[in-house]
């Protein structure tokens, strides 16, 4: 089902279609401007949702049909329950979301998660995007890695998300402001919204292993 929704950007409106799409098995939901231009997707960072990416995303709709989506277990999308995704998964969703849509070579934008997603898509898929830019993309190093600093890293960041979730949207954006005082204003109430709506089982997704990127057995060799 499909309503119409505004973004106001700068004392500029943007107007989307909102909508849920079935990708990869499950259910995402997605913004997009319906213009018939070339098709512009945009993929969040861990714990935002589709609209943070709306005063960025606004500048390029007059060359671009602009598409913001949830990620899994991101905003108004489906959350996976434990341990039941992998870092892989998200890269399925997106071409699963690019085939649902029938979009045609799409240029790509992703910011830190967002960006791992965006390159192993193009990996995996190097037929369907156009054009892919990674916005401060972690170290694939990091992505990988068990080790228990980044573990004991990780069980931080889900503590600080999991009270995040327990503040008020008023809370959240006056952190914002004493955190980011250089953000736009306009990125702020979407940030806040992303954190209530953040789900926790994001942090339970497996780890992304260079075999099975690279399709290699437990030799080393291609399998």
Same mark, same amino acid.
């Given at each position: 089902?499909?309503?119409?929704?505004?973004?106001?950007?700068?004392?500029?409106?943007?107007?989307?279609?909102?909508?849920?799409?079935? !990708?990869?098995?499950?259910?995402?939901?997605?913004?997009?401007?319906?213009?018939?231009?070339?098709?512009?997707?945009? *993929?969040? %960072?861990?714990?935002? @949702? %589709?609209?943070?990416?709306?005063?960025?995303?606004?500048?390029?709709?007059?060359? +671009?049909?602009?598409?913001?989506?949830?990620?899994?277990?991101?905003?108004?999308?489906?959350?996976?329950? #434990?341990?039941?995704?992998?870092?892989?998964?998200? *890269?399925?969703?997106?071409?699963?979301?690019? $085939?649902?849509?029938?979009?045609?070579?799409? +240029? /790509?934008?992703?910011?830190?998660?967002?960006? /791992?997603?965006?390159?192993?898509?193009?990996?995996?898929?190097?037929?369907? #995007?156009?054009?892919? /830019?990674?916005?401060?993309?972690?170290?694939?190093?990091?992505?990988?890695?068990?080790?228990?600093?980044d573990l004991v890293g990780r069980? $931080?960041?889900? @503590?600080?998300?999991?009270?995040? $979730?327990?503040?008020?949207?008023?809370?959240?954006?006056?952190? @914002?402001?004493?955190?980011? #005082?250089?953000w736009p204003e306009a990125e702020?109430? #979407?940030?806040?919204?992303?954190?209530?709506?953040?789900?926790? !089982?994001?942090?339970?997704?497996?780890?992304?292993?260079?075999a099975s990127v690279l399709g290699?057995?437990?030799?080393?060799? @291609?399998?």
């Open positions: 089902m499909e309503r119409d929704v505004q973004t106001i950007i700068s004392g500029v409106t943007m107007n989307l279609i909102e909508s849920d799409v079935q !990708a990869n098995g499950i259910r995402l939901h997605v913004y997009r401007t319906g213009a018939q231009k070339p098709p512009l997707v945009f *993929a969040h %960072g861990m714990s935002d @949702n %589709g609209l943070c990416y709306g005063p960025f995303a606004q500048h390029f709709a007059e060359d +671009f049909e602009i598409i913001l989506y949830d990620s899994r277990s991101h905003g108004l999308s489906e959350e996976t329950g #434990p341990g039941g995704a992998s870092t892989l998964d998200r *890269a399925h969703d997106l071409a699963g979301l690019v $085939k649902a849509l029938g979009l045609e070579k799409p +240029f /790509v934008v992703g910011h830190s998660m967002g960006a /791992v997603t965006a390159s192993l898509f193009a990996g995996l898929y190097p037929d369907l #995007p156009g054009r892919v /830019v990674l916005e401060d993309p972690p170290p694939f190093a990091i992505m990988a890695s068990a080790s228990q600093a069980t $931080k960041w889900r @503590n600080m998300a999991a009270e995040n $979730k327990l503040k008020s949207a008023e809370e959240l954006i006056e952190m @914002n402001r004493r955190d980011s #005082p250089a702020r109430v #979407p940030w806040a919204q992303s954190k209530q709506q953040f789900s926790l !089982a994001a942090f339970d997704e497996r780890y992304l292993d260079a290699l057995d437990d030799a080393g060799r @291609n399998s």
